[in-house]
């Protein structure tokens, strides 16, 4: 250009010359990671100091949750084997299909004393509510609103009977369990089960409708489980709801409801039940669990053993390096030649 130019000319040249996209970010310490951060040097006192730290932490936590599990009293009985008459026991599954009588007695026997409000669950081994396509047999839709209660395009192959749409629909549903159980003491006086209050409230107040009332349940060709009263809404129905909140694992309990006494140590129990739900045919296993609880819930000794296992481990490490720090010493380097000390900015 020549010098002669006029400034305007040249700012005018200049602008009219096309510049080129530069893909070069906008500068910030953000985008260039060049904010303050904390680089810590695991010194050996350090590393013995955050040891020492989480046995202090663990180990109490591991023992509390030890004896409020060892507090919790429970009974567990297993009876799908011994409910089920001496001359059926070679073909049990004939038998849990036929229309014979099911009464079944059992008797327990209180180990302890047992603080109310009691549990009684029902628990089922080798039953796999988690399995894809039993999770999927269900309509939430059908079950939380009147208006889709012909939405069981989900429900296969339980989603209708007779040309009438099936609800509750679906083979969650269509497989509730059907086990009854009555409790009586020594004296022949029955213990009061409270089946009020037994399932989620959000599961009652949101996921199951007020205005859903079971129709056409359970009136096909092969019975699954227990029956529905439908003069009551699905929300009320809270055996129901229970067993629609599928387990994770084959191994479950349920709650069936609470006795609301208390229970004396030595104290018999006599259990009237109906062995219904057959579970002879994936050689399953039913049992009755009779439970206190305690501030951390049911009887789990597996969070006391872990927290104490973590406790010890790290005990057992902090240890290790004490010896070996005091014994054979390693000099440290000096913590100024550190490439973030040596050149702070990044540049």
Not at 88 to 99: F, H, K, L, T, W
Not at 109 to 129: A, T
Request: glycine letters at 6%; aromatic letters at 10%; charged letters at 20%.
């Amino acid at each position: 250009m020549n010098s002669s130019t006029p400034p305007a000319a040249a700012d005018s040249l200049h602008s009219s010359v096309p510049r080129r996209n530069s893909k070069r970010p906008k500068y910030s310490r953000f985008t260039q990671q060049e904010l303050p951060a904390c680089k810590p040097i695991l010194t050996p006192r350090w590393v013995i100091s955050a040891f020492m730290l989480v046995t202090i932490v663990f180990v109490p936590i591991g023992l509390a949750s030890l004896f409020a599990s060892r507090d919790v009293v429970e009974i567990v009985d297993r009876y799908d084997a011994e409910c089920a008459p001496t001359g059926s026991r070679s073909d049990r599954v004939r038998y849990i299909q036929s229309a014979a009588d099911k009464t079944c007695n059992r008797t327990l026997s209180v180990p302890k004393h047992m603080k109310r409000p009691i549990y009684v669950y029902y628990q089922l081994d080798n039953f796999y509510q988690n399995h894809r396509r039993y999770v999927k047999s269900r309509s939430d839709q059908q079950l939380r609103s009147r208006s889709n209660e012909d939405d069981t395009s989900s429900c296969k192959p339980e989603d209708d009977a007779n040309g009438r749409s099936i609800v509750p629909c679906g083979l969650v549903a269509w497989s509730m369990f059907n086990d009854t159980y009555s409790f009586f003491t020594n004296n022949n006086q029955q213990l009061p089960l409270n089946k009020r209050g037994i399932s989620w409230k959000s599961d009652r107040d949101q996921k199951f409708g007020k205005d859903v009332f079971p129709k056409n349940f359970q009136n096909g060709t092969l019975i699954g489980g227990a029956s529905l009263n439908e003069s009551i809404p699905l929300s009320e129905q809270e055996d129901l709801i229970v067993w629609m909140r599928t387990a994770a694992l084959p191994t479950f309990r349920k709650l069936y409801g609470k006795i609301e006494v208390d229970l004396e140590a030595g104290d018999t129990i006599n259990v009237i039940m109906k062995n219904n739900y057959n579970t002879y045919s994936f050689n399953g296993k039913k049992k009755l669990v009779l439970s206190t609880s305690s501030w951390l819930g049911g009887k789990n000794n597996f969070i006391g053993i872990a927290y104490l296992a973590v406790g010890g481990l790290c005990f057992l490490l902090a240890i290790t390096f004490t010896i070996i720090y005091l014994v054979k010493p390693r000099r440290l380097g000096d913590p100024s030649y550190l490439s973030w000390n040596r050149n702070p900015g990044g540049h």
